[in-house]
């Protein structure tokens, strides 16, 4: 079998992007984890899929796979990524795209300086939704741990989905934050049925934070896009931030914009670039 690929990456936050129109890329965990693994493979947070669209209204359907082989509802930095594939490879000229989703449509901008802006539709906040389990709706759940870290014994969590699911927690040093401690027992924690995404936010000034991203199925990255519109509608929706928001991520900054009503679209954007084409034989 022979695969043509792209690596891209958006903030640091890198992809192996696939074009599943002109090619049938036969995919299974097992290969997809062979392929992430950065030692012997190719290295990457995600697989990026670009199939034909599914729903009248889209041009294509995006599917996203994380590192360790699962396939997810929504990526943010991927989402930007793949607007610049589908326009460098010629499969659209379109500028406004619209895609098919796990979760559902989003439309993406390629913007006049060579940026996307995609529009990643409204959070949700409903625990059933998420999904986590809580008896009420809240934003901020105290979650107790297995076992101490840090010399904590419970963690207070804001709780939402960007089409994937995020737990937003409050520290006063991004840089000090146990990230891979935390973040590893938080992401399997029970009360996340499907695992979850967990963000450790610093708010800078009412318009700007910093954030680092445990990310489900790939460890900490160097940015998470749906983390960073987690981070900023949690922010938001206490009334610590305003929009719009810069996120500071250890890969670079993107701008988060949201309304603030339940049912107003969160905007984000940044870059997306391309590192090598590729092609695999097996
Ligand atoms: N890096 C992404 C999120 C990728 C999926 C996530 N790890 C999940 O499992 O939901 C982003 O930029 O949003």
Known sequence: ???????????????????????????????????????FGIG?????????????NALFTYRIFNADGSEVGQCGNGARCFARFVLDKGL????DIPVDTKSGLITLHVTDDGNVTVDMGAPITEPSR?????????TAYRIALPTP??????????????GNPHAVIDV????????????SAI???ARF???????FMSIVDRHTIRLRVFERGAGETLACGTGACAAVVSGIRRGLLDSPCQVDLPGGSLSIAWAGATDAPVLMTGPAQTVFEGTLTE
């Open 187 to 189: 992401e399997r924690h």
């Open 92 to 95: 659209t000229t379109e500028r």
């Open 172 to 183: 006063t040093d991004v840089d000090r934050a146990p990230v891979d401690l935390l973040g």
């Open 193 to 199: 049925p499907e695992r979850v995404n967990v963000g």
């Open 130 to 138: 998420i999904p986590f389990i809580a008896d009420e709706a809240s």
């Open 149 to 162: 870290i840090a010399g904590q014994t419970e963690v207070i969590v804001d709780a939402l989905s960007m």
């Open 44 to 56: 990457f947070d995600q697989l990026l899929i670009v199939e034909p669209p599914t729903t009248p």
């Open 1 to 39: 079998m022979t695969l043509h690929f792209t690596k891209m990456h958006g903030l640091g936050n890198d992809f192996m992007v696939i074009d599943g129109i002109h090619q049938s890329p036969v995919l299974t965990p097992e290969r997809i984890r062979q392929w992430a693994d950065r030692h």
